[in-house]
């Protein structure tokens, strides 16, 4: 029960709104009878999906406007104020009196790696201690949500290992599809077995390969395509809903911030409506709430609510927390949600969830009593735009109807500008919601090839690659299907042939893209609003450079970055060929060695074009990187080089829009 003594304000959904949302009645007096309403159409990502999943839905869709939902990350598992849990302690009741309105979980319970689970533990019981989460969240009242830190199913590591490309390996015709689809079916066991007394499977938000934009998970930007992203995404989705039959699971989608409100960067990996319900969004603040920070992370919110209207998806906040020095900022939340409420589109978020409590050392995304940041967070319970369990009512018990899914093609492999370098590859299309006829594939227009149902639900065919094109080229694969009297269609441009490697020590000379502009861009991951294309007039060697567009009207920096995995131990310095644009901006070269972000400035001033070596002595570490204050970029460190990052910074008063040019990044 809420905690009377903090004065908890009167709930957001009241008198009318109550009765619409559980479907009761406002007065004791029973009204004169009326005609049953018809029930709601709900379109989402599983037309066959359960009742209460469809009642989710569109009670997350109702909420819009009405109130953010509060969620919490392992809220019954992890805490300051208990060690054992019991499904009942939590450190949000602990501070408020009430239950977050929404609980989060992972599937590193599967792995034994997240209480409860535990590696002493049979897959079985893992399982089923996934499945009593998601029950003990139910009946506090609260709406569950699955994220998914998977292993690396290439190496066996964690999820922070990046290296052996595991997406490509884990899709259909991978080394590793069958570990892959062994993964899921731990997930749906457990999500299949989360029922309430009366059988009923409980509903899940399940928001699997989440802050794909950034780089530090396997299936993040520079270790893998978007296109790649897209099919292993849309298979995680097709696997579950239609070979195991879980329908109890709406989908999410949430990239990391930031995009400094630009759609385009946020949709470069979106799957499609077809497989997403939601719309989510992750930032973190490291900087006590500044104003820069709130600016920019609304920004970026009202621009996931403006796409989740227009497709008719549910918007989410869905991972924030303060992650720089602890107890800097008491108001934090109540500024973050005043920030939120101020503007009319990000008002619209449906749920914000912080991380996890995890206890011990770490941080408190949650305050606990005694803790000198609670005050801050008992002001934002009391804000009546902030919901928690306490305040939930009929999420589950709308009456809906399913809109049926319209047919759907897709080219699982090979995927769009995929390298091709064998003799042959596999075709494998999916079709979904109907039964296809005449399903084929064309090289360049060519003949077409017909493709066959195979004994895993594709359309499929060996495509033997002509050797006269196997050499760095680029062919057009085409698929079609007749589906319901029309005809479905989707392509992909398909790389063939080896490309030279780089020589040791080098990040990009910018030739091996074969000219292609978009193949550039996935290499690299991008934050803010930047653009990337190759530059043929200013260049350092060869024929290509990089033309580096950025735009700080939304936001005062700009980044790019790539995936190394090197040993830099032998050089002694970061060269690269750079012209400035005479802007009083600046360039900060980053290398990320050994978990550390040492930087390097460099003025833009400059609009020759030359040559800028930056010593290892000199690189600093990243002022907002306070935990590796004063370490040094030595051999040790360079021996773990992980990751090169060229951020632009706006100067005072300097020019807002202008292109930088970049050749022959390379440690030197």
């Known amino acids: 029960m809420p905690n009377p003594a903090l004065n908890r304000r009167a709930f957001i959904l009241t008198g009318a709104a109550v009765a619409m949302a559980a479907g009761t009645q ?49 809220d019954l598992t992890y805490g300051f104020t208990f060690s054992a849990p019991d499904g009942k302690a939590s450190d949000t009741l602990a501070a408020v009196g009430d239950y977050p309105a929404v609980f989060g979980w992972d599937t590193l319970i599967l792995d034994g790696d997240e209480r ?45 290992d990046t290296s052996g490309r595991v997406v490509g390996q884990i899709l259909p015709g991978g080394a590793k599809h069958a570990d892959f689809n062994a993964f899921l079916d731990r997930v749906a066991k457990a999500v299949s077995g989360a029922r309430r007394a009366d059988g009923t499977a409980i509903p899940v938000v399940f928001r699997p390969f989440h802050e794909n934009n950034g780089g530090w998970f396997w299936w993040g930007a520079g270790h893998t395509t978007s296109a790649e992203y897209i099919e292993v995404y849309r298979y995680t989705v097709e696997y579950l809903r239609d070979t ?45 709430g500044s104003p820069a920070w709130l600016d920019a992370l609304v920004t970026d919110l009202a621009m996931v609510v403006r796409l989740a209207n227009e497709r ?83 999420v589950f018990s709308a009456r809906t109807s ?28 999916r079709v979904t919601h109907a039964k296809a006829s005449c399903v084929t594939y064309s090289v360049n227009d060519g003949a077409a090839q017909p493709l066959r149902l195979d004994a895993d639900g594709f359309y499929s065919g060996d495509w033997p690659i002509d050797p006269d094109r196997s050499e ?15 005809t479905l269609t989707d392509s992909a441009l398909v790389f063939l042939g080896e490309v030279t490697p780089l020589p040791a020590g080098w990040v990009d000379d910018f030739e091996s893209y074969a000219g292609d502009d978009v193949t550039l861009s996935e290499t690299y991951s991008h934050v803010n609003a930047n653009t990337t294309t190759l530059s043929t007039d200013h260049k350092s060697t060869g024929s290509y450079g990089l033309a580096y567009a950025y735009d700080f009207t939304r936001a005062e920096y700009t980044g790019i970055g790539k995936a190394v995995d090197a040993d830099w131990s032998a050089f002694t310095s970061l060269s690269l060929w750079l012209k400035g644009d005479g802007s009083a901006n600046g360039a900060t070269l980053q290398i990320v060695a050994d978990g550390v972000y040492f930087e390097y400035g460099a003025p833009l001033g400059d609009t020759n074009g030359k040559e800028v070596d930056a010593p290892f002595s000199e690189f600093k570490p990243a002022p907002w990187d306070t935990s590796h204050a004063g370490a040094v970029l030595d051999a040790a460190r360079l021996a773990k080089v992980t990751a090169f990052n060229l951020y632009l910074g706006h100067g005072s008063g300097a020019a807002t829009t202008g292109t930088v040019y970049v050749d022959n990044i390379r440690a030197h």
């Not at 809109?403 to 299309?429: E, G, I, K, M, N």
């Open 26 to 74: 406002t007065s004791a007096a029973a009204p004169p009878a009326r005609p049953t309403a018809a029930p709601t159409p709900v379109r989402i990502v599983d037309d066959r999906a359960t009742p209460a999943t469809r009642a989710l839905f569109a009670y997350l869709k109702q909420q819009q406007g009405r109130g953010v939902l509060f969620g919490h990350q392992h």
């Open 312 to 394: 008719g998806k549910v918007p989410a906040y869905s991972e924030f927390g303060e992650s720089g020095a602890e107890g800097r900022n008491p108001r934090w939340y109540v500024q973050l949600l005043d920030a939120i409420k101020a503007d009319p589109l990000a008002r619209q978020a449906t749920y914000m969830l912080t991380w996890a409590n995890f206890g011990g050392t770490n941080r408190a995304y949650v305050p606990y009593p005694g803790n000198p940041l609670l005050p801050g967070f008992v002001a934002y319970y009391q804000d009546p735009y902030s919901l928690f369990a306490g305040d939930l009512r009929g």
């Open 472 to 486: 760095n080229r680029s062919v057009t694969l085409k698929v079609s299907a007749r589906v319901a009297g029309r």
């Open 116 to 160: 409860p689970g535990a590696r002493s533990s049979t897959e079985a019981e893992n399982i089923a201690a996934l499945s009593r989460c998601l029950q003990q969240a139910d009946a506090r009242g609260g709406i569950n949500t699955l994220s998914a830190h998977m292993p690396n199913f290439v190496t066996g590591e964690n999820f922070y």
């Open 244 to 288: 195991k039959g879980v329908h109890n699971l709406l989908y999410a989608y949430s990239p990391n911030s930031a995009f400094g409100g630009d759609p385009a960067n946020y949709l470069k990996t979106y799957p499609g409506d077809q497989f997403v319900d939601v719309l989510g969004y992750d930032a973190y603040d490291s900087s006590a």
């Open 402 to 429: 399913p809109v049926r899914s319209a047919p759907f093609l897709h080219l699982v492999t090979p995927t769009d500008r995929q390298r091709v370098t064998v003799s042959s590859t596999t075709v494998r299309v």
